[in-house]
């Protein structure tokens, strides 16, 4: 059982499966006796560092032990970004780092292109206990929005991987993907979906993403199996700055999802 101290938040440098360095950071649930933990995994650029999933991160941290981590590529981490892939490796990485502190229920909520990685890391991986999906793509190399089409941009020119790393801090492995060869491309999200079952999958998205429409998140929906849930915002954005925007209700909605999810672990 989880030990309730005022400590405060403690970083640690993670190792992957694969050998890269990953940087990580935990805060402990400010309500004593707190079992519960949350892994939370930033969208493309983000890091722990992002104002957006600190903010998350803060309101979670009401009910739940929180860890945050930088993706392979981005902040402080090591390596470098495949936009999805390999991360999963990252991110089993933080949740084993979880267990290890004393959570024995640990969920994951992903951002973005963290939404895509937690899909993947639930249905390829497993080991959590409930995962959520926030504004997260259902398959790979959807351009038809225009921040996904800059974004394709950045990351297929040489220049625009350059500004990436100048000015968001992060790095992309300018080989790992075949645009010209989709058989070689890794499961998608919505192929990952349909092995999340039996652990509990909630899906969360706006009728206001610039980046990728609802219909991802009807994708995903269908392709997953019970238990699931679907939650189609209205006016809602994108990812981490959506939901600050929106406010502390969603966290706390979503928080309260969980909670009845975990508790009903085993």
């Known amino acids: 059982m989880l030990e309730h101290t005022t400590a405060v938040t403690r970083s640690r440098a993670l190792v992957t499966d694969d050998g890269v360095r990953i940087v990580a950071r935990y805060d402990p649930p400010r309500r004593a006796g707190e079992r519960f933990g949350v892994v939370l995994a930033h969208g493309f650029t983000g890091s722990t560092d992002s104002p957006g999933l600190r903010r998350v991160s803060e309101w979670f941290g009401a009910d739940v032990g929180v860890v945050t ?36 229920r ?108 609802p219909e991802h998140a009807t994708r995903l929906y269908e392709a997953a199996r019970e238990p699931k849930e679907l939650w189609l915002l209205p006016a809602f954005g994108h990812a981490e700055s959506g939901a600050v925007a929106h406010g502390e209700d969603l966290v706390r909605r979503i928080s309260g999802w969980l909670r009845t999810h975990l508790a009903a672990v085993p």
């Open 69 to 104: 981590f930088d993706f392979r590529g981005h902040g402080r981490s090591a390596g470098l970004s495949t936009l999805g892939d390999l991360e999963v490796r990252d991110l089993d990485a933080a949740v084993r780092w979880a267990r290890t502190l004393g959570h024995d």
């Open 106 to 213: 640990v969920a994951t909520v992903g951002w973005s292109m963290g939404a895509a990685v937690t899909v993947r890391h639930a249905g390829l991986v497993g080991g959590v206990d409930a995962t959520v999906a926030v504004s997260g793509p259902a398959h790979w190399y959807y351009r038809g929005t225009r921040p996904a089409q800059a974004a394709h941009r950045a990351f297929e020119s040489r220049i625009g991987r350059a500004v990436l790393r100048l000015a968001y801090r992060t790095r992309i492995d300018p080989g790992h993907w075949r645009p010209d060869r989709p058989e070689s491309w890794p499961p998608t999200p919505e192929a990952a979906a349909a092995l999340v079952a039996p652990t509990p999958l909630l899906v969360v998205h706006g009728d206001a993403d610039a980046w990728f429409p």
